[in-house]
């Protein structure tokens, strides 16, 4: 009986992703006018939509807290009006967004006389693979369907409900705009299994992208025959050089660790060059305790926050190299620059790293020599984001150095092919 599941599904998963690779071709030449349109219809039916759509986010929210899950992980779970709001905004954004699909990127002509260039085209179907994040639905969606990309979309089961209704509101797009239904599908079982059936099907899915914990992104490395591109933890550190402005570091630490930290370009670890930590850290950290975060600090911080009467407790070690995504602070004070470099260099996660200073051969040597998708100098962690960089609505945040690093926007949505002019010509 069981086996006869496991066939079903596989055979369920295999027809899904057959309707996908046909959609893709539609959307290969469909364009940009229409998938323009589709984009507003599908922005305005989820404007439409929002009691609904909300109605099914409650349920997703209700059993999520039967099952124990934490305050961060039902923060990123949660929709309101607002929320709702920014779902449809991103669609517009993307609409508004230069097609990248047919964008000439090189050309030239060779001795020969052959004309060369090359041009981006769509990678053809995507798998999202994703946690408690119903508004990557439709950035993945709207995403795809822009660079041409038929898209397979597959939310955690606390999720699905969430997700269906946001997939239900982005069909309505789709249709208006006569492209396939197909074009954005949601897997509408919570079975784990058909994640792994999916990932098997490399002769009709293209890319495979997770998001989520470290767990969900081993598991799709470990049993996908499929490339993929991870959007692995983010362990984000700022460093407080010693020209770093008091309220400039204020400001940028707490927007890091405070705003939303539940987020993968939240702070997750502070360090400080030593001659500047015993005027910084106190103001900071007392910044940061108030704002309730718990300072987990290596043997030098916590005398220094002792001192100033500010309530912090002992790091472990394994608190350095940690994706809290809560407000939860690792703070390590560092000899000097080389002392930052090293620190991140073995505990970060090539996903975010930012430097405080005012000295311009810091920050040169900090971007050239951090190895990360975004480098920031004087600017919070919470800009590494598709929407904040220019890119529109973000499909993930790639820690792979292959084929993304970063924000995947359009661009990195798309590969290129050659196309070679000629008149007559063989080779000699």
Request: charged content about 25%.
């Amino acid at each position: 009986m069981q086996s006869e599941k496991v066939q079903s599904l596989a055979a369920d998963m295999r027809r899904l992703a057959e309707a996908a690779r046909d959609a893709s071709r539609a959307l290969a030449r469909a364009d940009t006018r229409a998938k323009d349109l589709a984009l507003r219809a599908a922005a305005d039916a989820i404007r439409g939509r929002t009691k609904q759509i909300l109605a099914a986010n409650a349920e997703d929210l209700e059993s999520a807290r039967k099952a124990g899950q934490n305050a961060a992980y039902l923060d990123r779970l949660a929709l309101d009006e607002k929320r709702i709001e920014g779902i449809a905004k991103a669609l517009l954004d993307v609409a508004a967004l230069p097609d990248p699909v047919g964008e000439v990127t090189q050309s030239w002509r060779r001795p020969n006389g052959l004309e060369i260039r090359k041009v981006r085209i769509p990678l053809g179907v995507v798998l999202m693979v994703y946690e408690a994040r119903p508004n990557v639905t439709v950035d993945a969606a709207g995403l795809c369907l822009k660079s041409g990309n038929a898209a397979i979309l597959r939310p955690g089961s606390d999720a699905l409900r969430s997700s269906l209704a946001l997939a239900e509101a982005f069909a309505e797009g789709l249709e208006k705009a006569g492209l396939p239904a197909a074009s954005a599908q949601v897997v509408p079982t919570p079975d784990r299994e058909a994640t792994f059936e999916l990932l098997q099907l490399d002769d009709l899915i293209d890319l495979a992208i997770p998001r989520g914990g470290p767990s969900l992104i081993r598991a799709v490395a470990e049993r996908s025959r499929v490339p993929v591109v991870k959007h692995y933890q983010g362990v984000c550190h700022l460093y407080l050089d010693e020209s770093a402005p008091s309220k400039q570091a204020v400001d940028i630490a707490l927007n890091g660790k405070v705003q939303r930290p539940g987020v993968c370009n939240a702070l997750e670890c502070l360090l400080l060059h030593r001659g500047a930590a015993a005027k910084l850290l106190p103001v900071v950290g007392r910044a940061l305790a108030e704002a309730g975060v718990e300072l987990r600090c290596d043997p030098t911080a916590l005398t220094i926050l002792k001192r100033a009467g500010i309530r912090a407790v002992p790091a472990a070690p394994e608190d350095f190299g940690k994706e809290f995504l809560d407000k939860i602070l690792a703070i390590r004070v560092v000899p000097d620059l080389d002392g930052a470099l090293d620190h991140i260099a073995r505990y970060g996660s090539l996903h975010t790293e930012a430097i405080v200073t005012r000295d311009l051969a810091n920050a040169r040597r900090f971007q050239r020599e951090v190895i990360a998708s975004a480098v920031m100098v004087n600017a919070s962690t919470r800009f590494n984001d598709g929407g904040e960089l220019g890119l529109g609505a973000e499909i993930g945040i790639s820690t792979t150095k292959l084929h993304a690093f970063g924000p995947m926007g359009l661009a990195e949505l798309t590969t290129q092919k050659y196309l070679v002019e000629g008149e007559g010509h063989v080779r000699q």
